[in-house]
């Protein structure tokens, strides 16, 4: 049958962005055979090099990352897709039949074979893990290779760098993990581990990577606030505030704790919470953008006086960050080479053969 519609997305380069969107393309073809959905794909760098106007008025359907949100809303260039109730955290297994799940149905025909359990055989993040496993010890023994220190160092630095190189930070901490000697360290690559899976919505295996660590390492701020990241990464606010709220017991003269733990408790609209970590936080850097703006919404909605709520209000507003600023980066890596690459806190080069080594594959 032909189609009617086409719409055409645009989205993340990496298989983890891409693929997905990819296979419910596919699936919701078979169910609305008159509509095609096309995806093309770019890298985080490519986002930045093209202003999300431009880009909107190219696309019907687009997966951003989230610091042009700001562009997106004062532009009005996208609109948001529906949530249904609580439902908005991500998984890539969405579109699959969970059979493990009470009160599934076989549908007529048998069980199809896009269920979770058959997805989950063909996990490209599964598949790369292996294959990091054969280039880590590929490129990292030998001769001259690395220290744990100079793994684990690494891969803080990629982890911390853009998105795409989170699987270059994992490959780092796997070698950490496997030149370790001491529990010390082997808790440290545990740790480094347990943050990658947190950064990619891994929830349960973010989890249980850190309760591994912690068991090495004993109680410390970090693996908390660790915890307190992957709850947030997947928007469970109130075991992110508990979380956050240990860490800041741990370590009170750390003023990222004190934001996560006042933006985390005013997610769950604990108001009243939210607003003392968000003076905790203020107390330490009077000019946090972050506990300034939760302040003033935390006085607006415990009903303070008027003069105070205007007053939290200006000061949140002449210190935040500006919004314009993702639009601002997109032209800069528009109009100047390298400009993108220059923002990376991690650089990277790519190494050119000369000499008799030139001619070489």
């Known amino acids: 049958m032909a189609h009617n519609i086409t719409l055409k ?26 509509v095609r959905i096309d995806w093309d794909k770019r890298s985080l760098q490519g986002f930045e090099s093209t ?15 989230h610091p042009h949100v700001g562009a997106v809303a004062g532009e009005g260039c996208l609109l948001p897709l529906d949530r249904h109730g609580s439902a908005y955290v991500a998984n890539p297994y969405d579109f699959a039949y969970s059979v493990s799940l009470p009160g599934f149905v076989a549908p007529p025909g048998g069980v199809p074979a896009f269920t979770v359990d058959a997805m989950r055989k063909y996990d490209l993040a599964d598949r790369r893990a292996h294959k990091l496993d054969l280039s880590a010890t590929v490129a990292l023994s030998g001769r001259g290779a690395p220290s744990f220190e100079q793994a684990y160092r690494r891969g803080l630095a990629l982890s911390v760098s853009l998105q795409e190189y989170l699987a270059e930070a994992e490959q780092a901490f796997r070698f950490s993990r496997a030149v370790a000697k001491t529990k010390e360290e082997q808790g440290r690559a545990m740790w480094g581990l347990a943050t990658i899976a947190g950064k990619r919505g891994q929830t349960d295996d973010a989890l249980k990577l850190l309760d591994q660590a912690e068991a090495l390492l004993g109680e410390l701020p970090s693996t908390w606030k660790t915890r307190g990241d992957i709850y ?47 003076q905790a936080g203020i107390k330490l850097f009077p000019r946090d953008a972050d506990c300034l703006r939760v302040q003033a919404l935390s006085l607006a909605q415990l009903g303070a006086p008027e003069a105070i709520r205007e007053k939290s209000l200006a000061v949140a507003l002449e210190w935040r960050l500006p919004d314009d600023g993702p639009s601002s980066k997109g032209k800069c890596s528009k109009r100047i080479v390298g400009c993108a690459e220059r923002r990376n806190p991690v650089p990277r ?12 594959p």
Do not use: C, K, N
Request: hydrophobic share 50%; charged share 20%; no cysteine.
């Open 349 to 360: 080069y790519q190494a050119v053969p000369t000499g008799p080594l030139a001619g070489l």
């Open 232 to 278: 947030a990464q997947v928007w469970r606010w109130p075991l992110a505030a508990e979380a956050y709220r240990r860490a800041s017991q741990l370590a009170p003269a750390d003023v990222t704790v004190w934001q996560m733990l006042a933006m985390s408790e005013a997610s769950s609209g604990r108001y009243a919470e939210a607003l003392e970590a968000a």
């Open 9 to 34: 997305g645009m989205t993340w380069s990496d298989p983890r962005g891409y693929d997905p969107v990819v296979s419910a393309a596919a699936a919701f073809a078979d169910r609305h055979p008159g």
């Open 51 to 65: 202003p999300v106007d431009e880009l909107a008025a190219a696309y019907d359907l687009m997966v951003i990352d």
